[in-house]
T-cell receptor
Framework: GAGVSQTPSNKVTEKGKYVELRCDPI?????LYWYRQSLGQGPEFLIY????????DSGLPNDRFFAVRPEGSVSTLKIQRTERGDSAVYLC????????????FGQGTRLTVV | KNQVEQSPQSLIILEGKNCTLQ??????????LRWYKQDTGRGPVSLTI?????NTKSNGRYTATLDADTKQSSLHITASQLSDSASYIC?????????????FGKGTKLSVKP
């Protein structure tokens, strides 16, 4: 596709449920990033993939959060036993390779845990 | 601790006026500095990327400056338009170590009034 695509655009789930958020990066981009953005705040780093491997997952807040990118393209962010504090906009970005190249962001998935 | 501080937190200006947004950072080792524009409900869009050796970079009515000695950057918007209303986020990337680690500021929310 022409840009980074994230689905769903909105997700409402009950506390304790499991959710999956999907990111389709720009074709050919080897680097993929997940961020979380709370209202009025800048994006907060979660995890970074280079190809299929997670090069840096130091931003994942706890073991309820997990992300995969099995074929080096689409990535899924998985959140288990969701809590109300997980409510935020989850942003995905991709770039050609290194961090010196421009990162393109998707529209985000707005997650609301009720 | 790697940090990016932006000021002001919010700003209201009249259409046609100029404005300057500030960014101070304590990120080491520094790789590059980026300014992003984020419209409400959308993902951030890159305006400029500057490396250590670049002092200024322009993108239309947007001009970014970088002083690597004082670790300060500014984004100047000339002849503002209503469509400039958005959050402007300063992002500094860390060189070496874990790649893909972009340190985000909290953003400056700009409102341009007619």
């Amino acid at each position: 596709g022409a840009g980074v695509s994230q689905t769903p655009s909105n997700k409402v789930t009950e506390k304790g449920k499991y959710v999956e958020l999907r990111c389709d990066p720009i074709s050919g981009h080897t680097a993929l990033y997940w961020y979380r953005q709370s209202l009025g705040q800048g994006p907060e780093f979660l995890i970074y993939f280079q190809g299929t491997g997670a090069a840096d997952d130091s931003g994942l807040p706890n073991d309820r959060f997990f992300a995969v990118r099995p074929e080096g393209s689409v990535s899924t962010l998985k959140i288990q036993r969701t809590e109300r504090g997980d409510s935020a906009v989850y942003l995905c970005a991709s770039s050609l390779s290194s961090m010196n190249t421009e990162a393109f962001f998707g529209q985000g998935t707005r997650l609301t845990v009720v | 601790k790697n940090q990016v501080e932006q000021s002001p937190q919010s700003l209201i200006i009249l259409e046609g006026k100029n404005c300057t947004l500030q960014c101070n950072y304590t990120v080491s080792p520094f790789s590059n500095l980026r300014w992003y524009k984020q419209d409400t409900g959308r993902g951030p869009v890159s305006l400029t990327i500057m490396t250590f050796s670049e002092n200024t970079k322009s993108n239309g009515r947007y001009t970014a400056t970088l002083d690597a000695d004082t670790k300060q950057s500014s984004l100047h918007i000339t002849a503002s338009q209503l469509s400039d209303s958005a959050s402007y986020i300063c992002v500094v990337s860390v060189s070496g170590g874990s790649q893909g680690n972009l340190i985000f500021g909290k953003g400056t929310k700009l409102s341009v009034k007619p």
